[in-house]
């Protein structure tokens, strides 16, 4: 029931700057757990950062003191805001909603936004 849609993603040179979004829908957002998976060619799915209803964030170690993630409960959106990109970022960013339904977490995906660093 919940749709996600990624957007913002593109080519950028190293070193630049990218902030991703993902409007949800829904009415009870402000209640789903959020967050940013990337898929790099021939590699595993990654969780590269999450960002709780009550705020709490992590992230992967390779990314951290350069990615961002917030979210705007008002707006149904969730933001990755990427700064100091590296080619090794190259990937499909893929937004996840995790929710809660019949006592279990349920998890809802983005079609994925294409992010490409050059060197």
């Known amino acids: 029931q919940v749709q996600l849609v990624e957007s913002g993603g593109g080519l950028v040179q190293h070193g630049g700057s990218l902030r991703l979004s993902c409007a949800a829908s829904?009415?009870?957002?402000?209640?789903?757990?959020m967050a940013w998976y990337r898929q790099a060619p021939g590699k595993q799915l990654e969780l590269v950062a999450s960002?709780?209803?009550?705020?709490?964030?992590n992230y992967v170690d390779s990314v951290k003191g350069r990615f961002t993630i917030s979210r705007d409960n008002t707006r149904n959106t969730v933001y990755l805001q990427m700064s100091s990109l590296k080619p090794e970022d190259t990937a499909v960013y893929h937004c996840?909603?995790?929710?809660?339904?019949?006592?279990?977490?349920?998890?809802?995906w983005g079609q994925g936004t294409q992010v490409t660093v050059s060197s």
């Open positions: 960002i709780t209803s009550g705020l709490s964030t």
């Open positions: 996840n909603a995790k929710r809660a339904l019949w006592g279990k977490a349920v998890d809802y």
């Open positions: 829904g009415s009870f957002f402000s209640t789903y757990g």
